[in-house]
T-cell receptor
Framework: QKEVEQNSGPLSVPEGAIASLNCTYS??????FFWYRQYSGKSPELIMS????GDKEDGRFTAQLNKASQYVSLLIRDSQPSDSATYLC???????????FGTGTRLQVTL | EAQVTQNPRYLITVTGKKLTVTCSQN?????MSWYRQDPGLGLRQIYY???????DKGDVPEGYKVSRKEKRNFPLILESPSPNQTSLYFC?????????????FGPGTRLTVL
């Protein structure tokens, strides 16, 4: 079983809609969770971090964490074509600074 | 500006020719790491460093070496590159933000080994 799992997509949503990206993880001891956005050929860019159960909102982005279900999600409201990218879920496992990444979900926002 | 830099950004080389990819950060972070990214496999950690002179293997260390003689620099060394090391490489630096570690990536180095 992979430690961090994401649906590879592509997830296609129309402009203005809500995009919902999901991630599950296997290590119950994980303490911190991150979402990165990566455009093709570019480096991952940190867009959200969440550390406690519940929702965390930042602009059009909302991260949701449910530690009991080992599930973390990212909602993007009012999706824009510029949101089209691969979204990587990362979980802090093992040593204090080691991140384990999912393989990413490709999001396509259509006009 | 806080940043992680890598050089070179693109490199084409031949099998067996030693190369070094440099990485530098200006955020005074203690933890640094190297990843490779391959289609379908995601980001995989090669090596990491907790501090100066402290390094350890990640998930895919074979064929790579690292050193950490200064806090800001963490070079990746391929002593005898092979075609299966053709990949996109990222250096990352981790620092505390709000009491938790957040990781920031360099721009990447695309390596092709012929």
């Amino acid at each position: 079983q992979k430690e961090v799992e994401q649906n590879s997509g592509p997830l296609s949503v129309p402009e203005g809609a809500i995009a919902s990206l999901n991630c599950t993880y296997s290590d119950r001891g994980s303490q911190s969770f991150f979402w990165y956005r990566q455009y093709s050929g570019k480096s991952p860019e940190l867009i959200m971090s969440i550390y406690s159960n519940g929702d965390k909102e930042d602009g059009r982005f909302t991260a949701q964490l449910n530690k009991a279900s080992q599930y973390v999600s990212l909602l993007i409201r009012d999706s824009q074509p510029s949101d089209s990218a691969t979204y990587l879920c990362a979980v802090n496992t093992g040593t204090a600074s080691k991140l384990t990444f999912g393989t990413g979900t490709r999001l396509q926002v259509t006009l | 500006e806080a940043q992680v830099t890598q050089n070179p950004r693109y490199l084409i080389t031949v099998t067996g020719k030693k190369l070094t990819v440099t990485c530098s950060q200006n955020m005074n972070h203690e933890y640094m790491s190297w990843y490779r990214q391959d289609p379908g496999l995601g980001l995989r950690q090669i090596y990491y460093s907790m501090n100066v002179e402290v390094t350890d293997k990640g998930d895919v260390p074979e064929g790579y070496k690292v050193s950490r003689k200064e806090k800001r620099n963490f070079p990746l060394i391929l002593e005898s590159p092979s075609p299966n090391q053709t990949s996109l490489y990222f250096c990352a630096s981790t620092g505390l933000a709000g009491g938790y570690n957040e990781q920031f990536f360099g721009p990447g180095t695309r390596l092709t080994v012929l």
